[in-house]
Structure formats: C-alpha cells, structure tokens
C-alpha cells in the first residue's frame, strides 16, 4: 500500500537521520524548508514530524524547531501493541557486541529455527530515568532477517530503529506480536545486571513479532526485576454474568 504523503516525508527523514546526515541535537529541515521540497501543506509537515516525535527519534525545540534526540530509547520487550511507541521507552546502554549464536531452545521454537542453527543477537540494559537498571533485554534475529541487514550487526543504536530498519530494508512489516509471560528467579548474571541480590523475582516477557506471512522477525526475551515490572489491563466486561 502506497505512503500518505506525510509518512513519506517521515520515513525520508529517518533514513538521512540513519544515514547520519542529520546527528544527534541536529536540527531537522523546517516546516517552510519541508513545505517547499515537497509540495504540501504545513499541516502535513508538521503531521510527518509528529510521527517522528512519537517514534521518540526527534524532540521539538520552542522556536527553533525540531532535532534529532541526543539520547537514544529503547523499550522493554512486549507490549507493542496498538498506540505503543518508543517514545514510551527509557534511556539504555548496548551490552556487548552482536554476534551470530545458537540461542535457547525456547527462543529458537519461537523464530521456527531448526536446532543448533545461529541467529543474531543483540543486548541491551533498558534503564529507569535515573539511569538505574529497569530491563535486561536480549533481542534474537534469524538469519534471513539478519543477512539482509548489516546494521544489525553493528554495536551502534540504530536511530530510526530496529522495527523501521528491517521494514525499509526487507519489505517486510511486524502485523503481529505475541507475548508470554512468566515469572522465575534471576540467574547470577541477570541479578548483577540488574544490580539486584539474590534471591530475586524477576518478571521474564517473551516477545515474538510476525510480519505478514506469519515468519518471525525477531524474538526479544526482557527480564525485569521485582517491583519494576508491573502490567495493567484495561477492559471491558460482561454485563450479563
């Protein structure tokens, strides 16, 4: 299905911001500028810089206009449904280098990986606003998604991130996600992650997204300690009992 104009000024964008034509506190092009090269309203290219600001990659700036944000987010695993953007994130720190591995069995069911074959992995620390340790989050990517992808394989964020990146270079949309739920205690090295003691509960989210032939893209196994983690849902009910 073909862009609206606004989203193909948003993804435009993204790519030079991936690109690193425009970098981090950079201001992007202005409203006017926009107007111009593209031939739309100002509504619509201030419609296309909202949807980057959802997306948590620029912040506006009273006057001035709006820049590149200067600190990268990422979200906990799960909970990417509907609504859900990463601006709703928090600040993070890589773990680590990314690198071809054989993960869990678990994880390996999930991407539909036959046993003992490699997928790319990737860490990250998600942390609170006051920069503690909120979320360990380990994303694996299956090879036909990860050789498609060579920035995946670098240790840097990924401005426009990781969901937009795959899509713009494989063609390939996230259209379902599915979450699973457990609790456990920490192994030692989530706790020293996590700054926690021992014994500790830990909430553990397996998040897998599908695009639309029902292949897994990418599976992410988030594990957040007791009284960080925390799920509200917001329903309606049976009148009728």
Avoid at 90 to 95: A, D, Q, S, T
């Amino acid at each position: 299905m073909a862009l609206l104009k606004y989203e193909q000024i948003a993804e435009s964008l993204r790519r030079r911001i991936s690109d690193a034509e425009f970098g981090p506190g950079d201001l992007l092009p202005s409203s006017r500028d926009l107007c111009e090269q593209w031939a739309v309203s100002r509504a619509t290219a201030i419609k296309a810089m909202e949807v980057l600001r959802v997306d948590g990659l620029v912040v506006p700036h009273q006057g001035r206009g709006f820049a590149v944000t200067e600190v990268p987010v990422a979200r906990p695993a799960g909970g990417r449904g509907s609504g859900a953007t990463r601006a709703q994130g928090g600040p993070y720190r890589r773990l680590g280098a990314p690198e071809m591995l054989v993960p869990p069995s678990h994880v390996a069911d999930a991407l539909g990986l036959a046993a003992g074959r490699q997928a790319l992995h990737r860490a990250r620390l998600v942390l609170t606003e006051e920069g503690q340790p909120h979320s360990y989050v380990v994303a694996w990517f299956p090879p036909e998604v990860s050789d498609l992808c060579p920035r995946l394989h670098q240790n840097g964020p990924i401005a426009e991130g990781t969901t937009h990146y795959v899509r713009r270079v494989t063609g390939r949309l996230s259209v379902r996600g599915m979450d699973a739920t457990s609790v456990r205690l920490a192994t030692r090295v989530e706790a020293e992650l996590l700054q926690v003691k021992r014994p500790c509960a830990v909430a553990v989210v397996l998040h897998t997204a599908y695009d639309q032939d029902g292949t897994a893209l990418v599976c992410e196994e988030g594990i957040t300690p007791e009284g960080l983690w925390e799920r509200t849902d917001n329903y309606p009910m049976n009148q009728q009992g």
